[in-house]
């Protein structure tokens, strides 16, 4: 089947193939990646010579940390997969890669494959909203959602969210509803629509808007991927807004990252006897969010300058962590699988 080096013919392999031997968040990877190219990066990492930008013990680390990720095998099915299976990969030198993820920096995902209307991806950043938030929506959330993702996909702004249950699905369906376009950011494979209850609904979003993931065709959706996931439902918007959180809900992690990037974030208040209102209340009592009531204060938000700084640790009580790193630790401990 050949060794790691059979997938250095091209850019786009070579970013291929060190997706399925890195983490989302492997920061170090995506820092070589950036100075040296994915061709570049590759062959580094299978030879056994010095690594411009680390020290002798930071290289050695490195590579005994990715090398025994390597099977030529399951980077090939993932080439095959992709290219049998009709999806296409975008990468930073495409023209329809988002621009807005570079600001990730070292940790911009390193390929994205897609499903759909890609151009979406290529729009000002200032037309897509990210909007989330709870699983479990109550009712008064999925109004909210409905009234304000309509709104805006009425008015040609284009709706980023999950697949999840709850407010994800909500603003999906409204948007489409009004012969909107969403993006619908997905933690595993492109071609394992989760959750399977939502596989009708994502077929849709890829008919007239599109699916995105850093994941190859195959690889399901774990908790390490839905958390990296949120780097990119935040990085892909000029905003992030949040609609009913629990104070353990994932979408707190998306608004995390939404503000440590200097996006706006909006939050919409809710009654103070529902758990789902933690979120948001504790957001807009931090100063993170601003108060959003209707789809006016959210398009308020891509003009509206954020607060400088780093997200007070209190906000990341969801997850017990205050850093991207914390997250990445988790992501390190998740095995790919095809």
């Known amino acids: 089947m050949g060794t790691l080096l059979t997938f250095t013919t091209d850019e786009r392999a070579a970013r291929i193939a060190l997706t399925m031997i890195t ?36 290289a050695q680390l490195w ?16 080439l095959d997969l992709t290219e049998h299976g009709g999806f296409k990969t975008l990468i930073p030198s495409d023209d329809n890669y ?26 000002p950043v200032s037309d897509r909203f990210t909007i989330t938030g709870a699983r479990a929506a109550t009712s008064y959330g999925v109004q909210i959602a409905n009234e304000i993702s309509a709104d805006l ?20 369906r409204s948007a489409l509803a009004v012969a909107g376009h969403t993006i619908a950011v997905m933690a595993g494979g492109i071609d394992r629509p989760y959750p399977a209850g939502h596989r009708d609904l ?6 007239v808007g599109v699916l995105v ?10 908790r390490a991927r839905f958390m990296a996931r949120a780097r990119i439902e935040a990085a892909l918007s000029g905003s992030t807004t949040i609609i009913e959180a629990g104070s353990r809900s994932g979408s707190l992690l998306v608004a995390q990252q939404a503000y440590s990037l200097g996006r706006s974030v909006g939050a919409v208040p809710g009654p103070v006897t529902s758990a789902t209102s933690y979120g948001p209340h504790r957001l807009i009592a931090q100063g993170i969010a601003s108060v959003v009531t209707n789809a006016n204060d959210i398009r308020a938000l891509s003009e509206k300058q954020p607060p400088s700084g780093s997200m ?7 997850f017990r962590m205050d850093s991207y790193s914390a997250h990445a630790r988790a992501a390190h401990s998740a095995h790919r699988d095809l």
């Not at 994502?202 to 008919?207: H, I, K, P, Q």
């Open 153 to 172: 996909a009425s008015d040609g702004k284009v709706i980023v969210a999950g697949g999840a249950y709850g407010i994800d699905g909500e603003v999906h």
């Open 23 to 58: 983490d989302p968040t492997d920061v170090t990877t995506g820092h070589l990646l950036a100075v040296h190219g994915a061709v570049n990066t590759v062959m580094l990492l299978a030879d056994d010579a010095p690594v411009p930008g680390l020290d002798n013990v930071e």
């Open 202 to 207: 994502l077929e849709r979003v890829s008919d």
């Open 312 to 318: 007070p640790p209190p906000c990341a009580e969801a």
């Open 98 to 123: 988002p621009a807005s993820l570079h600001d990730l920096g070292d940790g911009a995902p390193y390929v994205l494959w897609v499903k759909g209307e890609e151009s979406l991806l290529a729009m």
């Open 63 to 78: 590579r005994k940390r990715l090398l025994p990720r390597v099977e030529p095998r399951l980077i090939q099915e993932a």
């Open 213 to 222: 993931s850093e994941q190859p065709p195959g690889a399901t959706p774990t």
